[in-house]
């Protein structure tokens, strides 16, 4: 079973295009002289991209490893952290078995399993504004409670401080944009910035689909499980601030005619990138759930999840 995109879609095109090269290069993460860590048993590590289904993540993790499982966070919700700074907190707590971090970025450490869900960045956004809306205690939730939500991506679209966040953020995440600002609230990404996202999925040879969330779990748990003997990853849905009645296509076609045509198309091109990473996500997903026999080889049902157009 394999999954594909529109072929007319030129977001899908734009991916069949791209070659994944980079590597993670230095740019400005913070050095450290601390030692390699030389891990005596496997450490989960949940890459947490905000509004991707990361609570259901941290509750199987939570249930699973209770005080084994810990978070690792920067000073402010802002101060994101280097593999070494993990690295060194790894080394500083060698009684943790998983660790949950918005902030930490890759690549994992040494001795590291990772985990990270990649969602379609329309409905993403949606969760966004609805989640930071609710929540005065969220960043600009100030900006979502005075706006509509086409006045919200029209707010975005005008690259106002603090709506990177729905602007090819899931990209920004995995790549070295994160680093090459002053500050992530200044990053933007790149093609180049999408291949190494790209690479970075591909070399871990899994990853999570927030609308193939039971399947990804099912992943995970047949690839790590046997590493981690306590992992029991189930598809507990936390902090959904709207539960659709919807599949994620519906969602997607009334969401487009919310926005309209103009708009629609203009947030489209804005996340050109995180849409490219949604459709390899679901290849490597798919891949990884052929390879522990939860999907069937290639040839037989096919996924086909549209992207835009």
């Known amino acids: 079973m394999k999954v594909i995109a529109d072929l007319r879609d030129p977001v899908a095109i734009f991916y069949e295009n791209c070659k994944p090269r980079a590597t993670f290069l230095s740019c400005s993460r913070p050095s450290s002289s601390f030692p390699i ?19 259901s993540v941290d509750s199987s993790l939570r249930h699973s490893f209770g005080d084994r499982w810990g978070s690792f966070e920067g000073s ?7 593999s070494s700074q993990l690295d060194q907190f790894i080394a500083s707590n060698p009684h943790l078995s998983a660790i949950s971090s918005h902030l930490a970025r890759p690549p994992a450490p040494a001795g590291c399993l990772p985990i990270v869900f990649v969602r379609h ?13 609710a929540d005065s205690s969220q960043p600009y ?24 966040v729905i602007r090819d953020y899931q990209v920004v995440h995995l790549s070295d944009a994160s680093w090459r600002g002053n500050h992530i609230l200044d990053a933007r ?22 609308e193939q969330f039971d399947l990804s779990a099912q992943v995970f748990q047949s690839i790590y ?34 926005l309209g045509e103009t708009l629609y198309a203009d947030f489209m091109e804005a996340n050109k990138f995180d849409l ?12 990884a759930a052929q390879r522990t026999g939860l999907m069937p080889e290639a040839g037989g049902n096919v996924i086909c999840f549209q992207v835009g157009s």
Not at 37 to 55: C, E, Q, T, W
Not at 76 to 82: F, G, K, P, T, V
Not at 225 to 237: C, I, N, T
């Open 121 to 133: 960045p329309l409905l993403r956004a949606y969760s966004v504004y609805n989640f930071t809306r």
């Open 276 to 287: 490219a990473l949604h459709v390899h996500a679901q290849s490597v997903l798919a891949d």
């Open 76 to 82: 402010h919700a802002h101060a994101i952290q280097s």
């Open 37 to 55: 860590r030389m891990a005596d048993h496997p450490v989960l590590i949940h890459y947490h991209i905000f509004k991707n289904a990361g609570s």
């Open 225 to 258: 499980g046997p590493q981690l003997p306590d992992l029991v990853f189930q598809p507990r849905w936390e902090n959904a601030t709207i539960r659709a009645p919807f599949s994620p296509e519906e969602q997607l076609v009334q969401l487009r005619h919310t």
């Open 189 to 210: 990404a790149e093609r180049s910035d999408l291949e190494q996202a790209c690479q970075l999925l591909t070399d871990w040879g899994v990853v999570g689909v927030v």
């Open 141 to 164: 939730s100030d900006v979502a409670q005075d706006l509509s939500f086409p006045d919200y991506i029209a707010w975005a679209l005008r690259k106002k401080t603090g709506s990177i």
